[in-house]
């Protein structure tokens, strides 16, 4: 039996990932670049990246549609964020000691791209709470770009 997939080539991007970081009177920012893969399946586009910290390579995977989103982290750190802003989502980080219970409560969500220029923005503003603890208010912003080859 043939199977048919209407995923789209993935194209070779350059990733930016900024992320700022509230808590109490604390203020934090992260910033990426890193190079992965960008394709669309269904209604949804995805990134594709790694990156390389001190406890070895995390492999991250970004769903983005127009109402909700989703973070994969695995590897070096496993990870699970889930965004909506209708909902309040679980998501989990595992440790060497088990899995904690995120939860995400999404105050602004939005998926822009420009087909045309394979290129696009995804921002994210939420409040995380790790085991029922509040840990900060998180403003991410990911923009990608075709990285020409």
Do not use: C, W
Not at 44 to 51: N, R, V, W
Not at 115 to 121: I, L, M, R, V, W
Request: hydrophobic share 30%; proline share 1%.
């Amino acid at each position: 039996m043939a199977v048919h997939s209407n995923s789209s080539e993935q194209i070779p991007v350059k990733i930016h990932l900024k992320t700022d970081i509230q808590h109490g009177d604390e203020k934090d920012s992260f910033e990426l670049i890193a190079f992965g893969r960008y394709y669309k399946k269904g209604n949804s586009a995805y990134l594709k990246y790694d990156e390389v910290q001190e406890e070895g390579t995390v492999h991250t995977i970004v769903k983005m549609a127009s109402e909700n989103a989703l973070i994969l982290r695995s590897g070096a750190v496993k990870m699970r964020l889930s965004f909506d802003e209708a909902h309040e989502l679980n998501g989990s980080y595992e440790t060497e000691i088990g899995t904690l219970l995120l939860t995400t409560t999404t105050n602004k969500l939005k998926y822009k791209e420009d087909e045309e220029n394979k290129s696009g923005e995804f921002q994210v503003q939420y409040e995380l709470h790790m085991q029922g603890s509040s840990v900060g208010q998180y403003q991410m912003v990911i923009s990608f770009k075709e990285e020409a080859q």
